[in-house]
């Protein structure tokens, strides 16, 4: 899945390509880390 992510007010909310939100998480690293338990699942 193709995903973008944008800093918003001090934090980074999580889209797909289509521009639907998946999640918001305090840092690329926590966002990237989220992304990785779901692939997991």
Do not use: K, P, W
Request: overall charge negative; aromatic content about 12%; charged content about 20%.
């Amino acid at each position: 899945m193709q995903i973008q992510m944008r800093y918003v007010n001090g934090h980074v909310e999580v889209f797909t390509s289509a521009g639907r939100f998946l999640f918001s998480a305090d840092s690329v690293f926590e966002a990237e880390q989220v992304l990785a338990e779901e692939e997991a699942a």
